[in-house]
């Protein structure tokens, strides 16, 4: 039985911003999620694969959960919080460790990664994580990063357990195993688009919206063109995705989160344009092309 947490819309899964001494910078953190949330984002994830979660310390980690969930809650907003691992144990503690958070509706676990688990193997993962987790999980099947995509049946048995609510779909378009779980989908499972070129028509297939890295930019543009493909309007949301395709392919030219943090930068909203180790920062020449994408789509 799927999880009651309606996910309906566009989350924007927040980069780390960091300030010129390399801490965590709190208040551009702070100050972009009510940004967000101002221009029509359903909600905020907190420590996704663009928020570098792997480089942020536990303190860290702890921190930037209690800066989006300040906003998120006094905003009446849905908050996200990745807390996978290709641990089960230490998802589990990861989980567990979320009770109380303010605001928080849902927990983003990745399919585990590096160690190549089988099928059953990976639904009895999400069969004990969602089981600790205090809100619904959201899958995150995203098979480039992580060595394994959760496959139709699969995906379908994880989609009838208890307590798990939806998955972000992070597969290269809009292929046959998206199509086979969007039809065969129980009532309340969501299907939320993960690659950014192909968030319109998974919505119009019966997904109803997209964890989308790329609406850090124009994001009420990916507002209008999400609420269009929920309504069914094909032309009006066509017309959208084909303006923000530019700046999907230059936000993505270099390795996320590089390039929307270049041109964060450049609009004075985030203090430095600095990633950690091992990812560097874009090229001048990348966060010019995205920013002039970013101009003609505005």
Do not use: W
């Not at 927040?14 to 359903?42: K, M, N, Q, W």
């Not at 849902?106 to 099928?119: C, S």
């Not at 985030?270 to 003609?296: H, K, N, W």
Request: proline share 7%.
């Amino acid at each position: 039985m799927a999880a009651d947490l309606d996910l309906r819309g566009v989350y924007v899964p927040l980069i780390t911003p960091f300030a010129a001494d390399g801490s965590v910078a709190l208040d551009a953190i702070e100050h972009l999620c009510g940004e967000y949330l101002g221009a029509g984002a359903t909600g905020i994830v907190a420590l996704g694969t663009t928020g570098e979660s792997p480089a942020l310390n536990a303190q860290e980690r702890h921190d930037v959960i209690s800066a989006c969930a300040s906003v998120c809650a006094a905003k009446g907003a849905q908050l996200i919080v990745g807390a996978g691992t290709n641990n089960t144990a230490t998802t589990v503690e990861a989980l567990t460790a979320l009770e109380g958070t303010p605001a928080l509706a849902g927990t983003l676990v990745v399919v585990p990664y590096y160690v190549r688990p089988a099928q059953k193997a990976i639904v009895e993962h999400f069969r004990v994580a969602a089981a600790a987790s205090p809100v619904p999980v959201v899958v995150y099947n995203i098979p480039m990063r992580t060595g394994r995509n959760l496959e139709p049946a699969a995906m379908l048995e994880v989609a009838a357990l208890d307590n798990v609510a939806g998955v972000k779909q992070a597969t290269a378009g809009l292929d046959l195993d998206t199509l086979e779980i969007l039809a065969g989908r129980p009532d309340g499972f969501h299907v939320l688009g993960g690659e950014d070129p192909f968030l319109f028509p998974v919505v119009l297939m019966g997904g109803s919206g997209a964890i989308c890295a790329s609406s850090h930019l124009c994001t009420e543009r990916f507002v209008a063109m999400i609420e269009c493909g929920l309504a069914g309007k094909v032309d009006d949301g066509r017309a959208h995705a084909e303006m923000l395709l530019p700046v999907v392919t230059a936000g993505f030219a270099e390795p996320n989160p590089a390039v929307f943090k270049g041109v964060l930068h450049r609009q004075g909203r985030i203090p430095t344009p600095d990633l950690r180790l091992p990812l560097t920062p874009a090229s001048d020449e990348a966060v010019d092309r995205a920013l002039a994408a970013v101009q003609t789509a505005s």
